[in-house]
């Protein structure tokens, strides 16, 4: 098995031409030539992983987070991602980097946190444009409605562990059934959820201005009817929310190098969530809108 087979495996599952254009996918350091026998999967290139990667004997190293998202002219080792290329490089790992090709392929990052959540019938968000069986984030519903509550619950029992946890925006006891879905940062598309007609929307990064101005203005619309003031929120942490991804690919890949012969696929233990403690506050919760 060499990188180039590999490579061509996930080129296949999330082509890079599906990738938005601000993006960078694709292999960032290894020799097409050279042998793979074990591959590592993890959301984010830094140090830790790697480490991980040589303690394991890894041959690659696939991410979800590119190294090297904004161009550069230089990777020499004065620079901590510079150090990490050549260490690679020096270690004999190679790096490839899944990113947004793998948040809308099918069986990708938006599918691995819908299957987690137990998401039927579901879509994309937003389909692609040459393909509507991809696209940005899925929509779709639970096998049986549940409070906003025991559902935030769920997503915090189900996903990893963080310092940040889950924050919810909403009536704790308000009925939701149809979710949407985004891994990782999500609030560009609050109109896409809205339109969609999400009960809740699980995703990451929200941000104060964007979050309050969606719950005001449900608030606002549902005023004088008896709907509910929904799309509510379920804010988990960016790594939290991708990581389910990790171990549908590791499988998918061994499984269509089966052919080929053997390769061992395993999802990095370390967490590279940045945030590592939280004070909590003396406080009561507030009455949500």
């Keep these: 098995m060499t990188l ?35 591959v590592l999967f993890a959301v984010d290139p830094v140090e830790t992983v790697l480490d991980e990667a040589v303690e394991w004997g890894a041959d690659l190293v696939v991410t979800h987070h590119p190294l090297l998202l904004k161009p550069v002219h230089s990777v020499a080792a004065t620079t ?85 946890g ?27 959820v809205r339109e969609a007609g999400a009960d809740v929307y699980v995703t990451s990064d929200l941000r104060h201005h964007p979050a309050s101005e969606l719950r005001e203005r449900a608030a606002f619309e549902a005023r004088g009817s008896d709907g509910p003031a929904r799309p509510y929120l379920v804010d988990t942490a960016h790594f939290a929310s991708e990581w389910p991804w990790l171990a549908v690919a590791a499988r998918d890949v061994v499984t269509r190098l089966a052919p080929l012969g053997t390769v061992e696929a395993r999802v990095s233990t370390r967490s590279t969530d940045p945030w ?8 009561i919760e507030r009455t949500p809108l």
């Design 4 to 38: 180039a087979d590999v490579v061509a495996t996930l080129d296949d599952l999330y082509p890079p031409r599906t990738a938005e254009g601000w993006d960078a996918v694709g292999t960032v350091a290894g020799d097409p030539a050279q042998p793979v026998r074990r």
């Design 80 to 164: 901590f991602k510079g150090a990490l290329v050549h260490r690679a490089v020096r270690e004999g790992v190679a790096l490839h980097v899944a990113h947004t090709n793998a948040d809308s392929a099918p069986g990708g990052v938006a599918d691995a946190l819908a299957d987690l959540l137990g998401l039927v019938d579901r879509r994309p968000l937003v389909p692609h444009d040459a393909d509507p069986a991809r696209g940005i984030g899925r929509v779709g519903r639970l096998v049986s409605p549940t409070t906003l509550r025991a559902f935030a619950e769920a997503v915090a029992a189900t996903l990893p562990a963080t310092v940040q």
């Design 166 to 192: 889950v924050r919810v925006a909403g009536d704790p006891d308000a009925t939701v059934e149809t979710v949407a879905v985004v891994g990782g940062s999500g609030d560009s598309l609050f109109d896409d």
């Design 276 to 283: 590592t403690f939280r004070v909590e506050h003396n406080c």
